[in-house]
């Protein structure tokens, strides 16, 4: 008999993949050594917290298609089993690393998803999100009803520096919690890809594209929904456990309606289909939070308004806006946009000072004329708010603006559909050879 030959096949390393990991570990750990001030190492910390956070969203989102409007409850509630567990190994009364109190946030986020997505992921689509959302007032009611759990109005504070320092390391100074977050930060991340490739990762695509076809092949939907919901809960609730201890306070917003809307927001903006787009999503949160509303006192109307753009013009968020740049570049035809691309920039900043300087009007008018008098300073200029010329001005700058954006946009779809259609002819081209 002739001997079996045996063939050995070898996969090439994916060397793109290993550069992109070993770029963002690399961010993350000189990040605090180039921002150095007290007030960026928070931003950073975060930001990191908010990665996490965002990632664990876009599973249920932009992974298994279920929009939910009560995420917050995970990593509240994780957040405040954390700080609960914090004051426990504070008395000594639990022997346990402080480094590890995330994971207790996470375990309680995971039984919490249990207990609840249980319920909620046997329904799809509309009714899940509604689920969700009398799921979400329902928790943040019970926050003000059982203060011995929730602090009531003051929440609970608790003490990350227990016991003696190990190695150096007591967890007081910011820069020692921004490394603990960014190392939680990347192997939960790394954790979450990696679940993407799985077949649970698969399926849980399959059921957010066509669900009837994966029922018609034997798959039951609603458990690859509910691993989907209680592993998006584990995740929450570390991300929350990490904002515990990196305020040492957690209060009842911290499972209300607006934390859940951040995340659906930022997420969606950041780009939902693409599994980056939460992390820019994260790091825009993070900014408008803390930098935007220090600006102005309508920064969250600002929000809107952008969240309204994104929906209107680009649904897929920066990261589709991103990559879709990218295969323009691959083939050589980003040079052709350039005028394009300024123009849209010019009209769209054009619109939106007028709409800014109409809003801080407002804002100003209604709050603080009274206490600072009726003048506004807008950008180096004065502002009357009390004369009909400003009025006039800030709203003339804006339909102007408005004009010439869409003048300049159907001119760029145009272009970019030129653009397109010589893609496709040179994509077919390759194909023949």
């Known amino acids: 008999m002739r001997a079996q030959q045996q063939h050995f096949h070898f996969k090439p390393y994916n060397v793109g993949r290993w550069i992109i990991w070993?770029?963002?570990?690399?961010?993350?750990?000189?990040?605090?050594?180039?921002?150095?001030?007290?007030?960026?190492?928070?931003l950073l910390t975060q930001i990191g917290i908010g990665i996490i956070a965002c990632l664990a969203y876009n599973m249920l989102l932009?992974?298994?298609?279920?929009?939910?409007?009560?995420?917050?409850?995970?990593?509240?509630?994780?957040a405040f089993l954390a700080i609960h567990t914090l004051n426990l190994v504070s008395a000594g009364r639990l022997p346990l690393p402080v480094s590890l109190v995330p994971v207790v946030g996470g375990l309680a986020g995971c039984l919490f998803a249990i207990v609840l997505g249980y319920f909620s992921t046997g329904k799809a689509g509309t009714p899940f999100a509604m689920i969700t959302l009398g799921l979400g007032e329902l928790v943040w009611s019970m926050a003000l009803m059982v203060p011995e759990f929730f602090g009531g109005e003051a929440g609970v504070t608790g003490n990350r520096v227990v016991g003696q320092p190990v190695l150096g390391i007591s967890f007081g100074p910011q820069i020692q919690v921004y490394y603990l977050v960014a190392v939680y930060c990347f192997i939960c991340t790394a954790a979450m890809f990696a679940l993407t490739r799985t077949p649970l990762g698969r399926m849980l695509n399959a059921v957010r594209d066509n669900p009837e076809r994966v029922e018609y092949i034997g798959y039951d939907?609603?458990?690859?929904?509910?691993?989907?919901?209680?592993?998006?809960?584990?995740?929450?609730?570390?991300?929350?456990?990490?904002?515990?201890l990196n305020t040492e306070i957690v209060q009842s917003e911290a499972v209300g309606a607006i934390r859940s809307g951040g995340y659906l927001l930022f997420t969606f903006v950041g780009g939902a289909t693409f599994f980056f787009g939460p992390i820019i999503g994260a790091v825009l949160m993070v900014l408008a939070g803390a930098l935007l509303s220090e600006m102005t006192q309508a920064?969250?109307?600002?929000?809107?308004v952008v969240f309204m753009v994104m929906v209107a013009y680009a649904p897929g968020g920066f990261a589709a806006l991103i990559m879709m740049n990218l295969r323009v570049a691959a083939f050589g035809h980003l040079r052709k946009l350039w005028v394009a691309y300024l123009a849209l920039a010019g009209t769209a900043l054009?619109?939106?000072?007028?709409?800014?300087?109409?809003?801080?009007?407002?804002?100003?008018?209604?709050?603080?004329a009274e206490t600072f008098g009726p003048t506004l300073k807008f950008l180096g200029a004065q502002l009357d708010t009390s004369q009909g010329e400003a009025w006039f001005g800030a709203g003339f700058v804006l339909v102007v603006g408005v004009a010439l954006f869409e003048l300049v946009r159907h001119e760029f779809q145009r272009q970019w559909g030129s653009i397109q259609s010589d893609i496709e002819k040179e994509i077919k081209r390759r194909e023949m050879l």
Request: glycine share 18%; no cysteine.
């Open 22 to 42: 070993g770029f963002f570990g690399l961010l993350l750990l000189l990040a605090p050594l180039v921002f150095k001030s007290s007030h960026s190492q928070s």
């Open 62 to 78: 932009g992974q298994g298609g279920m929009l939910s409007f009560g995420h917050a409850i995970y990593s509240g509630l994780g």
């Open 221 to 244: 939907t609603r458990w690859v929904r509910f691993m989907a919901f209680i592993l998006s809960g584990f995740f929450a609730g570390i991300a929350g456990g990490l904002g515990a």
């Open 299 to 304: 920064w969250l109307l600002y929000l809107g």
């Open 350 to 368: 054009t619109w939106l000072v007028g709409l800014a300087a109409l809003v801080e009007m407002a804002y100003h008018r209604q709050l603080n």
